[in-house]
C-alpha cells in the first residue's frame, strides 16, 4: 500500500513539475508582451501629449527608453514635414511618482522666424544665401506653444542655443560658412 501512495505521490510530483515548468514559460512570454505593451502605451502619452498641447499630429520615429531612471525619449515628426531635418526629441519622466512631459518642438515653431533674421542679415553681404537652424536643446518651457514666439522664449529666459548654417554661392560654387 506504502509502494500505490509512493508511486501515485511521484506520478503527481513529475506531472505537476513537468506543468509548472511548461507554465513559467507562459508567464515569461507573457511579462515580455506586457513590457512591450507598457512601452507601445507610454509612447501613445507622449504622441497624447504633444498633439494636446500643439494642436498637430506627430508621427513617432523611434523610442529610447532608461526604464531605470523612468525616461522615456521619444523621437517624432509633424505629419506632413520631412522627417530627417524636421524631428525633435519628446520626452516622458517619471519624478516622484509624477509624469512630466518635455519636448523640442517649439524650435520648430519659431525656426522660420529665426532663420528669416539670420537671413536678413547675410542678405546685406550675400543676396543669394540660404539659411538652416537647428536647435540644439530638446527642451523647452512647457509655456512656450503655439503663437509663442523667438521673443517670448528670450523674456522668460529660455536658451536658444543652435546650429546655423549659413550658405552661399560665390560664382556658381556652393559654400557652407
Do not use: W
Not at 505521490?9 to 506531472?15: K, T, V, Y
Not at 529610447?64 to 525619449?73: A, C, P, Q, T, V
Not at 505629419?79 to 519636448?103: L, M, Q
Not at 547675410?122 to 523667438?150: Q, R
Amino acid at each position: 500500500m506504502k509502494r500505490k501512495v509512493l508511486l501515485i505521490i511521484s506520478i503527481i510530483a513529475i506531472f505537476g513539475g513537468a506543468v509548472v515548468g511548461c507554465g513559467s514559460e507562459k508567464i515569461k512570454e507573457k511579462k515580455q508582451m506586457t513590457k512591450e505593451e507598457a512601452k507601445l502605451s507610454r509612447q501613445n502619452e507622449i504622441l497624447k501629449h504633444l498633439e494636446e498641447k500643439y494642436g498637430e499630429k506627430f508621427i513617432p520615429l523611434n523610442m529610447n527608453s532608461e526604464y531605470i531612471k523612468g525616461l522615456d525619449i521619444l523621437q517624432v515628426y509633424k505629419e506632413g514635414t520631412n522627417p530627417v531635418t524636421d524631428k525633435v526629441e519628446a520626452c516622458r519622466e517619471e519624478k516622484d511618482g509624477k509624469v512630466e512631459f518635455y519636448d523640442g518642438y517649439f524650435g520648430m515653431i519659431i525656426r522660420p522666424e529665426y532663420e528669416k533674421m539670420i537671413k536678413d542679415e547675410v542678405d546685406k553681404i550675400f543676396p543669394e544665401s540660404k539659411v538652416y537652424v537647428k536647435f540644439k536643446f530638446n527642451s523647452f518651457e512647457d509655456s512656450l506653444k503655439h503663437g509663442s514666439t523667438y521673443e517670448d522664449a528670450i523674456r522668460i529666459g529660455e536658451s536658444l542655443a543652435n546650429v546655423t548654417r549659413i550658405y552661399i554661392d560665390v560664382d556658381g560654387e556652393k559654400i557652407n560658412l
